[in-house]
């Protein structure tokens, strides 16, 4: 059986990890969609799809990675036309896995199954809340994997967010 999985991954933190995990516990292959893969260098999407694709497979093992395929989303403007959109990308899958109530919906109303993903310490693991804390120089490394750490140093979020927000 085989899932989806889609997020912005702004970046890819501890929170995506153990969304991931989750989901390999309930299919055998886990299809990861980068949502607005289209988009970067703006506030909400500061980072390319190819560095948040760097970020993710930098955070897992390599039995994980035997799991997983990555695939690009760019967004398009039609939100009734966008699981099908997907389906144009990915491969076929079973049931989706998100928290996000729009894609339930979109999801739902096709008759696929989605799978609410358990959220750990969403105050902290938030994109939005790393994003701002590395802006601004404060303590971000501890909610990010080892992986996500590196690219984001080697790219010099830092400087570029502070740019952005």
């Keep these: 059986m085989n899932g989806l999985y889609i997020g912005r991954f702004q970046p890819f933190h501890l929170g995506h990890l153990d969304a991931i995990k989750f989901a390999l516990s309930q299919v055998e292959n886990l299809w990861i969609g980068i949502g607005s893969s289209n988009k970067s260098n703006e506030k909400r999407n500061p980072f390319t799809a190819d560095e948040r694709k760097e970020m993710i497979i930098s955070s897992l093992d390599d039995a994980t990675k035997k799991r997983i395929q990555i695939y690009y989303i760019p967004d398009i403007d039609v939100h009734e036309k966008w ?21 339930h919906t979109l999801y739902q109303k096709r008759g696929i199954k989605v799978i609410p993903v358990p959220l750990k310490e969403r105050e902290n693991l938030s994109g939005t809340n790393i994003r701002e804390k590395i802006a601004m120089g404060k303590s971000w490394e501890e909610f990010v994997s080892e992986g996500t750490k590196k690219i984001l140093l080697k790219i010099d979020a830092e400087r570029r967010l502070a740019k952005i927000l």
């Design 83 to 103: 699981t099908y959109h997907i389906d144009s990308i990915v491969p076929k899958y079973d049931m989706v896995f998100s928290n996000d109530d729009f894609t």
